[in-house]
């Protein structure tokens, strides 16, 4: 059974840094294109950053590029996103999410999600 | 960066109803649509694919239709597990775009 599990969310000041991981079990995660969705309270989602299951391609949506950056412990079968930089708006609900068996673009499974709260 | 429009906001309908909700692109997207249901404190579920193709488990109530810019999303007889927010997704370039979401709730 595919499982995503993130941690490492929680309440941090504006300008500060935070590690989330995403632990993956049930499949490899090399063999699939992972990401990292968000949704704002009480907004609509929004995709942030995306790898291929080669690790050759990383995405960012334009506000995150150069502050957040995605990667892998393949050993661990985790994923992470490291965020610097870290403004109000990035409050949100991280997701981490599998692509889906029809695409490599669409997102099948999802974890339970880890709360990033950027405030003073 | 593709532009996704969803309407209604939020829609009000009974069990038994059928829904149609719309989405449109700012540009066209062939057919690199899908549709995703979420329910409060819970993640998003993958519901269609390619405008119109269910994902396996997914109620043949469901059904999308549409390409190029415009699509709909049709639950045929509203059942109570339905009573979500869906939201549509373009995937047919970087940097993926989410709809703003529509709201079913209860009339």
């Known amino acids: 059974e595919v499982q995503l599990v993130e941690s490492g969310g929680g309440l941090v000041k504006p300008g500060g840094s935070l590690r989330l991981s995403c632990a993956a079990s049930?499949?490899?995660?090399?063999?699939?294109?992972m990401n990292w969705v968000r949704q704002a309270p009480g907004k609509g989602l929004e995709w942030v950053s995306s790898i291929s299951s080669s690790g050759s391609y990383i995405y960012y949506i334009d506000s995150v590029r150069g502050r957040f950056t995605i990667s892998r412990d393949n050993a661990k079968n985790s994923l992470y996103l490291q965020m610097n930089s870290l403004r109000a708006e990035d409050t949100a609900v991280y997701y981490c999410?599998?692509?889906?068996?029809?695409?490599?673009?669409?997102?099948?499974?999802w974890g339970q999600g880890t709360l990033v709260t950027v405030s003073s | 960066d593709i532009q996704m429009t969803q309407s209604p906001s939020t829609l009000s309908a009974s069990v038994g109803d059928r829904v149609t909700i719309t989405c449109r692109a700012g540009q066209s997207i062939n057919s690199w649509l899908a549709w995703y249901q979420q329910k409060p404190g819970k993640a998003p579920k993958l519901l269609i694919f390619k405008a119109s193709s269910l994902e396996g488990a997914v109620p043949s109530r469901f059904s999308g239709s549409g390409s190029g810019t415009e699509f709909s999303l049709t639950i045929s007889s509203l059942q109570p597990d339905d009573f979500a927010t869906y939201y549509c997704q373009q995937y047919k370039s970087y940097s993926w775009t989410f709809g703003q979401g529509t709201k079913v709730d209860i009339k």
């Open positions: 049930g499949f490899t995660l090399t063999s699939y294109t």
């Open positions: 999410a599998r692509e889906s068996e029809y695409s490599s673009s669409l997102f099948g499974y």
